[in-house]
T-cell receptor, first 109, second 113 residues
Framework: AQRVTQPEKLLSVFKGAPVELKCNYSYSGSPELFWYVQYSRQRLQLLLR??SRESIKGFTADLNKGETSFHLKKPFAQEEDSAMYYCALSIQGAQKLVFGQGTRLTINP | GAGVSQTPSNKVTEKGKYVELRCDPI?????LYWYRQSLGQGPEFLIYFQGTGAADDSGLPNDRFFAVRPEGSVSTLKIQRTERGDSAVYLC???????????FGPGTRLTVL
């Protein structure tokens, strides 16, 4: 079965420091990977998807099929990045998203 | 424009009761999804509609759960004989079509006492 693993439930970094949120997946085919973010008291929203290969709010993520990973990175964290981050995958022929458990990112001033 | 809306925002019920949760998707979105998010977990897929029909209901945990979308717009998730384990946030999402970005609603927090 498809599975998404986010090994860190909590991650805390200082403002201006680099941040990396880890995501690993298990799926034998060609998945589509996403990062969703939920800011305090807001709804879940798409941050980025691997097929678009764009940088959103300074975040990037590269799909590494060899390591089955899709880590989210930002070189210089900002306080407004504090949020809950979910990695998700969509498999071929299915519309549903399979989510990881999420990582709560806290940026300290 | 208006995003996905869900009502009620909170629902408290007693074990054994029946509940209905409503989702209003973004106008024109043909695809609609229900997910359930338990405390400390990521959202878990329940069911997906394309138009009026349930294209994938593989995530429904048992036959106490049922969802409809009779006119291809609003959807209702129905839970019979609620159990304490059904307590969770129920999320609805919609998209313009298959494989398009899913836009989430604010969720309904269901508490079964």
């Amino acid at each position: 079965a498809q599975r998404v693993t986010q090994p860190e439930k909590l991650l805390s970094v200082f403002k201006g420091a680099p941040v990396e949120l880890k995501c690993n997946y298990s799926y034998s085919g060609s998945p589509e990977l996403f990062w969703y973010v939920q800011y305090s008291r807001q709804r879940l929203q798409l941050l980025l998807r691997h097929i678009s290969r764009e940088s959103i709010k300074g975040f990037t993520a590269d799909l590494n099929k060899g390591e089955t990973s899709f880590h989210l990175k930002k070189p210089f964290a900002q306080e407004e990045d504090s949020a809950m981050y979910y990695c998700a995958l969509s498999i071929q022929g299915a519309q549903k998203l399979v989510f990881g458990q999420g990582t709560r990112l806290t940026i300290n001033p | 424009g208006a995003g996905v809306s869900q009502t009620p925002s909170n629902k408290v019920t007693e074990k054994g009761k029946y509940v209905e949760l409503r989702c209003d998707p973004i106008s024109g979105h043909t695809a609609l999804y229900w997910y359930r998010q338990s405390l400390g977990q990521g959202p878990e897929f329940l069911i997906y509609f394309q138009g009026t029909g349930a294209a994938d209901d593989s995530g429904l945990p048992n036959d106490r759960f049922f969802a409809v979308r009779p006119e291809g717009s609003v959807s209702t998730l129905k839970i019979q004989r609620t159990e304490r384990g059904d307590s969770a946030v129920y999320l609805c999402a919609s998209s313009t079509g298959t494989k398009d970005t899913q836009y989430f609603g604010p969720g309904t927090r269901l508490t079964v006492l």
